[in-house]
């Protein structure tokens, strides 16, 4: 008999770049365990998503009889699929969580350059939003803190800081570690 689960379950979350390549993917499907399975995937969704119009709002689409979110942002492609009969408002929450993260870390620059000089960062956004294919997360405000271990010691969030205090604050830190 199976269990009937409430929690979301999350088969990958990707990034692509404009030509479909690997920027950083998760996969917490048991079905695509090979890299071949995986990349045949990947090339296969990207083909299907190229066309659309997906740059400015995310978009929807049934693929393989999975249900696929997705965004385009410059030159870099944001995906996050799920089983057919998962709910969309909640994978399109996973979407936003994941595209807003990483634009918060990036400083709005969310390009596959910066996003490939900040591929810890971006892969820290993966492990803080699915676990496992399960949600943790999508407040991109928390994730983006949670990554750049702000708030634990009631700092001002990186969300909320304007460029000079980050800075001011980044100079204050490398001073501390000088120092010590």
């Known amino acids: 008999m199976e269990?009937?689960?409430?929690?979301?379950?999350?088969?990958?979350v990707l990034l692509l770049d404009s030509e479909g390549k690997r920027v950083a993917v998760k996969y917490y499907d048991c079905d695509m365990e090979s890299t071949v399975q995986q990349l045949a995937f990947e090339r296969s969704l990207y083909q299907k998503t190229i066309?659309?119009?997906?740059?400015?709002?995310?978009?929807?689409?049934?693929?393989?009889?999975?249900?696929?979110?997705?965004k385009f942002i410059s030159d870099v492609h944001f995906y996050v699929t799920a089983e057919d009969h998962e709910n969309e408002l909640i994978l399109l929450s996973v979407l936003q969580g994941f595209f807003e993260s990483v634009s918060l870390?990036?400083?709005g620059l969310v390009e596959k350059r910066s996003?490939?000089?900040?591929?810890?960062?971006?892969?820290?956004?993966l492990d803080e939003l699915v676990d496992?294919?399960?949600i943790l997360e999508t407040d991109s405000g928390v994730i983006a803190n949670r990554v750049s271990m702000r708030g634990a010691d009631s700092e001002t969030p990186l969300t909320e800081?304007?460029?000079?205090?980050?800075?001011?604050?980044?100079?204050?830190?490398?001073?501390?570690n000088l120092l010590r």
Not at 5 to 11: A, E, N, Q, V
Not at 62 to 69: A, H, K, P, T, W
Not at 161 to 171: D, G, Y
């Open 132 to 134: 496992g294919g399960v």
């Open 105 to 107: 870390l990036l400083r």
């Open 3 to 12: 269990s009937i689960s409430s929690c979301t379950s999350i088969k990958n």
């Open 51 to 70: 066309r659309s119009s997906a740059r400015n709002d995310p978009e929807v689409v049934m693929f393989d009889g999975n249900i696929v979110v997705y």
């Open 115 to 125: 996003v490939l000089e900040n591929l810890d960062l971006v892969l820290l956004v």
């Open 161 to 176: 800081q304007s460029f000079a205090q980050a800075i001011a604050s980044a100079r204050e830190q490398i001073s501390r």
